[in-house]
């Protein structure tokens, strides 16, 4: 009974530390500027490995791992469609309730700072399609298969699995905009990662999230384009 229980209270600390993992890892990179050029890549590695050795601890093959996550034949359109949807969302909120009221200029001494502003685009769509994919993989994939396997209902799934996405995106953006603002998008960041794991639940492939995540990322992108004036090239 007692190894039991320790079992069961080791599981749930492991569960909670893959949700507050990379909310840790980005406010310590961007929020606290801890070796942010060390840590905040080191992070990303992590996202890709970690799952991967934690099945294949199970003696998996590649194969069954890529299933386990989620990587299934997809045409594509559900997340075309949803992604669709999201960003239109997003657009709406900017043009609407956003627009004219951020300035971009922390965003813009960042890009300064590294050299890349002159190159906004080819960055932006370079994270935009490296970091989607590594999301996806963790959270759709890795962190969805850990809460299903503990066998707790379809809400607390869907709850967890937003709330966990969202955290960590607070921490990227509280270094941009104010408060508000970052509480804003935080809950939808959290309301979108629910949807993701709504789709998930619903067999919906792992490639489809990541098109869908790739096009909401790209109206946000265009809204970052917009707070450095537009001028910006590839």
């Known amino acids: 009974m007692l190894a039991n229980r320790t079992k069961g209270e080791s599981s749930f600390l492991l569960l909670v530390f893959w949700l507050i993992f990379p909310a840790l890892a980005t406010w310590s990179s961007f929020t606290l500027q801890w070796w942010p050029q060390v840590l905040y890549p080191l992070s990303k590695v992590v996202l ?8 294949c601890r199970n003696g998996w093959s590649l194969s069954t791992i890529l299933k386990r996550a989620g990587v299934v034949r997809s045409n594509g359109i559900i997340g075309v469609v949803s992604g669709a949807v999201f960003a239109g969302i997003i657009w709406f909120a900017w043009l609407f309730c956003f627009q004219g009221q ?10 300064t700072s590294l050299n890349l502003i002159e190159h906004y685009w080819s960055v932006a769509i ?9 999301e996806e993989w963790y959270w759709r994939g890795f962190v969805y298969d850990q809460l299903v396997q503990r066998a707790l209902s379809r809400p607390a799934i869907v709850a967890l699995g937003g709330a966990g996405f969202g955290l960590h995106h607070y921490f990227t953006l509280i270094v941009y905009f104010p408060l508000s603002v970052t509480l804003f998008f935080t809950f939808t960041t959290m309301i979108a990662g629910g949807a993701w794991t709504v789709m998930r639940l619903k067999r919906v492939s792992l490639v489809d999230c990541y098109v869908s995540h790739i096009v909401a990322d790209f109206a946000l992108l265009w809204i970052g384009w917009q707070l450095l ?3 910006h090239g590839i």
Do not use: Q, Y
């Not at 890709?48 to 099945?55: D, E, Q």
């Not at 951020?102 to 890009?111: C, P, Q, S, V, W």
């Not at 370079?126 to 590594?134: E, H, Q, V």
């Open 102 to 111: 951020l300035e971009g200029g922390n965003i813009a001494a960042k890009l």
């Open 126 to 134: 370079f994270m935009a399609l490296a970091n989607s994919l590594l």
């Open 48 to 55: 890709v490995v970690a799952p991967l050795l934690f099945w």
């Open 229 to 231: 004036g537009g001028t």
